[in-house]
């Protein structure tokens, strides 16, 4: 059976072939190609330290640009939809990869106008909110509020960020993954909670 990561490792391909490699993402001034380029970069290269070590990201961000401008568009989507990586091994994919492709797939349907939410499976939700549960407590941690997680589909809560009062953050797994991981282009997100820190948490950097 395959697994979600490696689903959405292939559907974002396709989609990038669809799109082309002009094509905004949500990643800032990035195209699909620039997008391309830092998976191969993150899978491939040491360089890519920068991504989760802020004094490297200058390395990263140059490792990435020179490698969209050197690469032909289909080796670069070739290179992420078949990878020779450990980080592509069964075990450490799912763990690794799950919401790496899934944000980024959603980064480039949801630059799109027109956009809509997909329909995923119950097991699909479900390894979204693992993610929540595991990632969520240190991706809030620049709001510098308690939060809490609730999913909308099953009512199930987790605490992200432990405290008195806390915003509860209600939505359907894939929606509070992208909100976890600082994405605005979401979809039934809703907030309740003291109004000053609702306020807080909508306005944090979040994410990696």
Known sequence: MTSFAKAERSRLCDLALETGPDAPTLCGEWTVRD????????????LSAGIVVPPLAGVTDRATARKAEKRSFADLVGRVRKPISPMALPGVDSALNTAEFFVHHEDVRRAAP????RVLSESEQDALWRIVRVSGKGLVRPAGVPVV????????????????????VSG???E?????YGRRQTQGITYDGPEDRVEKLRDAKLGI
């Open 35 to 46: 997008l391309m380029a830092h998976l191969v970069i993150r899978e491939h290269s040491p």
């Open 114 to 117: 027109g956009w809509k939410p």
């Open 149 to 168: 997680a609730r999913r909308t589909d099953t009512g199930a809560k987790t605490v992200l960020r432990p405290g008195s009062d806390p915003v509860v």
């Open 172 to 174: 359907l797994p894939a």
């Open 176 to 180: 509070l993954v992208l909100f976890i």
